[in-house]
């Protein structure tokens, strides 16, 4: 079992910058793949930033050259820094974990945070 637990959401005006954070309660080593998703109102959820344990990277169209994430491996965290928001870029923000175990995929998930970007 993994706990992850979201923080850093909030009202932001276009142009401007957030950065969330997600706290897990394992030593992220045992996490495969870390991300962030993105449900914007009346839209699926969307994955938008993923990162490995080797570090490998990968974003979503909408927020590439925008957003970054990374890890903070002394404190069991990974981070989304969003840069240039766009009004589109406002939903609910969540985190997720996955582990690869024994053939079986085990996904964790935040409990969302809400993004705001509005003037």
């Known amino acids: 079992q993994v706990q992850l637990v979201e923080s850093g959401g909030g009202l932001v005006q276009p142009g401007g910058s957030l950065r969330l954070s997600c706290a897990a309660s394992?030593?992220?080593?045992?996490?495969?793949?870390m991300g962030w998703h993105r449900q914007a109102p009346g839209k699926e959820r969307e994955s938008i930033a993923i990162?490995?344990?080797?570090?490998?990277?990968k974003y979503g169209d909408s927020v590439k050259g925008r957003f970054t994430i990374a890890r903070d491996n002394a404190k069991n965290t990974w981070s989304l820094q969003m840069n240039s928001l766009k009004p589109e870029d406002t939903g609910v923000y969540y985190c997720?974990?996955?582990?690869?175990?024994?053939?079986?995929?085990?996904?964790?998930w935040g409990q969302g945070t809400q993004v705001t970007v509005s003037s």
């Open positions: 394992r030593n992220i080593f045992e996490i495969d793949t």
């Open positions: 997720n974990a996955i582990q690869y175990r024994g053939g079986r995929i085990y996904n964790y």
């Open positions: 990162i490995t344990t080797i570090g490998s990277t």
